[in-house]
């Protein structure tokens, strides 16, 4: 399907999360603002939503399940990106409500990043500095400097961080999103993820020889 030039494209990754990717695929389809692309890379879910019931999908980008490649996964996605603005969003952040385009929209009129607000179900809401699992971003500043270092891709962890320090190292401006860009993160997901050092250890130790600290 060719790209057409819209006012905003929309990258999500996906892997076995249906009930809660199809809930976002509901809230997108009911935006005041509809001027956008929409493109899902799933990295290998064993069964998949019925595209055809989502007429707001652009691209549905199947890959064989051989592992965690968030990086690679959203990297390929914004590659694919004609639109001026793009927001990145993982499959465990459901947008808040029917403005929340728009409000990324209005955020990049003046900026070239804004942080979305990630909420937790107990109201709370993440306090790291620079996340992207609710990102909306100029594809200006990703043609300059790229979106995920490829080094992080089949690990886990650390490449906002990594995205976030190089970007302040830029001319780029970071804005917070207003609350019209809140999505609601799946607690029971992000409380029960395993940072051991098996699986968060390769890139921490890969940030730690690139930035000369430890990110947690």
Not at 8 to 31: A, E, M, V, W
Not at 92 to 97: F, L, M
Not at 167 to 190: F, S
Request: net charge negative; proline share 2%; hydrophobic share 30%.
């Amino acid at each position: 399907i060719l790209m057409r030039v819209k006012s905003l494209d929309i990258c999500i990754t996906t892997y076995n999360r249906n009930d809660r990717l199809k809930t976002t695929l509901d809230i997108l389809s009911k935006q005041t603002n509809m001027d956008f692309n929409l493109i899902i890379n799933d990295d290998g879910s064993k069964s998949l939503i019925d595209i055809n019931s989502y007429p707001i999908i652009t691209k549905y980008i199947w890959n064989k399940d051989d592992g965690y490649h968030r990086v690679g996964r959203f990297n390929e996605s914004v590659s694919l990106c004609v639109s001026p603005n793009i927001i990145i969003m993982d499959d465990d952040c459901i947008p808040k409500g029917v403005n929340f385009i728009q409000s990324h929209m209005d955020v990049l009129e003046k900026n070239h990043i804004c942080r979305g607000v990630v909420r937790f179900p107990d109201g709370s809401r993440a306090n790291s500095w620079f996340s992207t699992a609710n990102l909306g971003i100029k594809k200006e500043v990703i043609d300059d400097i790229g979106l995920f270092d490829k080094k992080f891709d089949g690990h886990y962890g650390h490449e906002d961080q990594d995205l976030g320090n190089r970007l302040k190292e830029t001319k780029y401006t970071i804005a917070h999103g207003n609350d019209g860009t809140i999505a609601n993160h799946g607690h029971e997901i992000y409380a029960n993820g395993d940072r051991s050092d098996k699986v968060i250890g390769h890139n921490t130790r890969y940030f730690m020889e690139k930035w000369g600290y430890d990110p947690r």
